[in-house]
């Protein structure tokens, strides 16, 4: 127990030095530490689906297996954040090439057009947020989520996603503006 | 700068003085400029109060067994052989898929279904023959 207690008293570089030299856990308060931030990430990107789950085993496996190359020039959950997102954006990409899609399996996005405003007051907010952010293209949502709902700084997403900054606050400005569309009537009809 | 371009930028990005004086100034005359913005800010807290997704609860015990597992340990053979196979099963169905239209080319080409037709081979006929026999009788 104590031993524990001591871990958890290292930073993030101590707890992949000792993951590295094989001490699990120490690789196990890592996954305690970030894995709220990565199913936020990894949630919003997908969300709430079976393959979020994977996904986010998947980025602490990835990082688990090239550790070694973690040399702590950025923090660490910026840097499985990163893992988490181009993961995400694969899935995505997956998801769209599946062309044997079953006609019975709407996406949410495809769900919330049929909705009608009336019916939409009877949905939590959460999950009308939800499909509006599912609407957005891969990048935009990307910088949404990061910036957003993860609260990453701007210079943190940029970072993140490998853009310049004023990407970054175009992206987020069409975003915002596709978002504002979608929920404003919503806002309005509570 | 156009002002809703400002707008937006100030709500993630330091302002400039400059730009914050032409920005409020804005904001005190346009009533319209005022609604965006408030819409804005309803915006960003609505997709701020979704986020907070967990994980499910048994999470890292799946995520050992499965970094403990041949796969998770970066055991290269297997994820070698892993990949093999994958691209094995694509190449089985790509050729799969070759020969289905070949067959189906060859027969419809041919007009009938048989062996021959499968491969693309004519039916022989005397005509064949008779080029032949001419081609001979030249060099009697």
Not at chain 1, 21 to 47: E, N, P, W, Y
Not at chain 1, 108 to 122: G, H, L, Q, T, V
Not at chain 1, 185 to 190: E, G, L
Request: proline letters at 2%; charged letters at 25%.
């Amino acid at each position: 127990m104590s031993i524990e207690i001591e871990l958890e008293n290292l930073s993030d570089m101590d707890l992949v030095l000792k993951s590295v030299s094989g001490d699990q856990a120490a690789f196990s308060i890592i996954v305690q530490r970030h894995k709220s931030k990565i199913a936020s990430t990894v949630f919003g990107m997908l969300g709430e689906s079976m393959e979020a789950e994977d996904i986010g085993h998947e980025v602490f496996i990835r990082f688990y297996n090239s550790m070694g190359n973690f040399k702590g020039e950025s923090a660490l959950s910026t840097y499985l954040t990163r893992i988490a997102i181009n993961l995400s954006l694969n899935e995505l990409k997956r998801r769209k090439k599946n062309i044997f899609k079953s006609f019975f399996n709407l996406t949410p996005a495809e769900i919330f057009n049929d909705i009608s405003r009336k019916s939409m007051n009877d949905y939590e907010a959460k999950e009308v947020v939800d499909k509006c952010i599912s609407q957005l293209s891969p990048k935009l949502r990307s910088v949404v989520i990061l910036r957003l709902m993860d609260q990453y700084s701007t210079e943190e997403t940029a970072e993140i996603l490998n853009v310049p900054v004023g990407t970054v606050l175009s992206r987020l400005a069409r975003g915002q503006k596709i978002l504002k569309e979608l929920l404003t009537p919503y806002r309005y009809d509570k | 700068m156009n002002i809703k371009k400002l707008l937006y930028e100030s709500f993630d990005r330091k302002l400039s003085k400059d730009e914050s004086l032409d920005l409020n100034s804005e904001l005190e005359k346009n009533h319209d400029l005022n609604k965006e913005k408030n819409d804005i800010t309803y915006v960003r807290e609505m997709v701020l109060n979704s986020g907070r997704k967990e994980f499910s609860p048994d999470f890292e015990y799946e995520l050992m067994r499965k970094i403990n597992s041949p796969a998770g340990k970066g055991n290269y053979q297997y994820v070698f052989f892993n990949s093999l196979n994958t691209a094995f099963k694509r190449l089985a169905f790509a050729t799969i898929i070759f020969i289905i239209l070949t067959l189906t080319y060859n027969f419809g080409r041919i007009g009938n279904i048989s062996f021959q037709s499968a491969f693309g081979i004519k039916q022989q006929t005397t005509s064949f023959a008779d080029d032949f026999k001419n081609l001979f009788s030249f060099y009697n």
